[in-house]
Structures are given as structure tokens and as C-alpha cells.
């Protein structure tokens, strides 16, 4: 019977560590009643997705966190709803393609980046046509180009 008991009380307390483990969808509210946040939440960290509200009520900005750490596509949005730039999040740093835009949700420019720094090429746009293309070392502009033939001559094999 004693080692019943012992059983019941190991399934009991395994039980009560797993659920200490589970997410729980959670909101913040701004004073005004508005939603200020709201995702999934582990004990003691933001996992999956989550939205950020502006006081206004639309989005500011939404993506998924991984043991509190922003990890994925991340959206970013201006007071009025209108993209301001969107990319890839690893560890809480911007990496890989980020895409910004101007008030009119056109794009300006696309930048490559690497442990939250630009590293590649940066394009340029303009009324929605690309004029221009930079090089990115470690933050730092290591290459300019004014028409995209020049680009595309001395870069074959940039993955644009």
C-alpha cells in the first residue's frame, strides 16, 4: 500500500509540474480599456504569437517570441494601419530580408541583415522602381550602385 501511495504522489506532483508548464493566452490593457498586448505566456516568458496595440487600438506590431525572445517574421505598423516594415527576427536579432516602407505602404528599401546589423546588399526604391543598390559589411557601406545593370554585372549571383 506504502508504495501505492508513493505512486499516487509521484503522479501527483508530475501532474502539477506539467501544468505550471502550459502556456496561457494573456492580455495588458491600456487605461482607456483598449487592448495594449496579448499572446501566449509561459510562467516566466512571451512564447508564440503576440500582438502589440497602439493606444488608437490598431496593431503596432506582431510576431512570434521563443523563451522571450523575438524568433520569425516580425510586422510593424504606423498609428494609422499602414506598414512601416516587416522581417526576420532569430534570437531577438534582425536578420536575413527586412522590407520598409513610406507612408503610402510603398516599398524604400530592402536591407539583408546579420546579428541585428545590415550585411549584404541594401536595394533603393523609388515611386516603386529600384535606382540604386548598396553593399553592407558589418554596418558599414562597402559598395554603391546607380543603375542595376552595373549591379547585376559585377554581382551574378546576388540573391535578390
Same mark, same amino acid.
Given at each position: 500500500?506504502?508504495?501505492?501511495?508513493?505512486?499516487?504522489?509521484?503522479?501527483?506532483?508530475?501532474?502539477?509540474?506539467?501544468?505550471?508548464?502550459?502556456?496561457?493566452?494573456?492580455?495588458?490593457?491600456?487605461?482607456?480599456?483598449?487592448?495594449?498586448?496579448?499572446?501566449?505566456?509561459?510562467?516566466?516568458? &512571451? =512564447? %508564440?504569437?503576440? /500582438? +502589440? @496595440?497602439?493606444? *488608437? $487600438? #490598431?496593431?503596432?506590431?506582431? !510576431?512570434?517570441?521563443?523563451?522571450?525572445? &523575438? =524568433? %520569425?517574421?516580425? /510586422? +510593424? @505598423?504606423?498609428? *494609422? $494601419? #499602414?506598414?512601416?516594415?516587416? !522581417?526576420?527576427?532569430?534570437?531577438?536579432?534582425? =536578420?536575413?530580408?527586412?522590407?520598409? @516602407?513610406?507612408?503610402?505602404?510603398?516599398?524604400?528599401?530592402?536591407?539583408?541583415?546579420?546579428?541585428?546589423?545590415? =550585411?549584404?546588399?541594401?536595394?533603393? @526604391?523609388?515611386?516603386?522602381?529600384?535606382?540604386?543598390?548598396?553593399?553592407?559589411?558589418?554596418?558599414?557601406?562597402?559598395?554603391?550602385?546607380?543603375?542595376?545593370?552595373?549591379?547585376?554585372?559585377?554581382?551574378?549571383?546576388?540573391?535578390?
Amino acid at each position: 500500500m506504502n508504495q501505492h501511495y508513493l505512486v499516487f504522489l509521484f503522479l501527483f506532483l508530475l501532474t502539477g509540474n506539467i501544468s505550471i508548464a502550459q502556456k496561457k493566452y494573456h492580455y495588458d490593457y491600456y487605461n482607456n480599456g483598449l487592448t495594449k498586448t496579448q499572446g501566449w505566456k509561459s510562467t516566466t516568458s &512571451k =512564447e %508564440g504569437f503576440w /500582438y +502589440f @496595440y497602439h493606444p *488608437n $487600438g #490598431k496593431v503596432s506590431h506582431k !510576431g512570434s517570441y521563443k523563451d522571450n525572445k &523575438k =524568433e %520569425g517574421y516580425w /510586422y +510593424f @505598423y504606423s498609428t *494609422n $494601419g #499602414k506598414i512601416l516594415k516587416e !522581417g526576420h527576427f532569430i534570437n531577438d536579432k534582425a =536578420e536575413k530580408w527586412w522590407i520598409i @516602407y513610406d507612408i503610402a505602404s510603398r516599398i524604400t528599401r530592402k536591407h539583408q541583415y546579420k546579428n541585428n546589423k545590415k =550585411e549584404g546588399f541594401c536595394l533603393l @526604391y523609388k515611386n516603386n522602381k529600384l535606382f540604386k543598390a548598396e553593399q553592407y559589411i558589418k554596418d558599414k557601406k562597402t559598395g554603391e550602385w546607380t543603375d542595376i545593370f552595373s549591379f547585376k554585372r559585377d554581382n551574378p549571383n546576388a540573391s535578390l
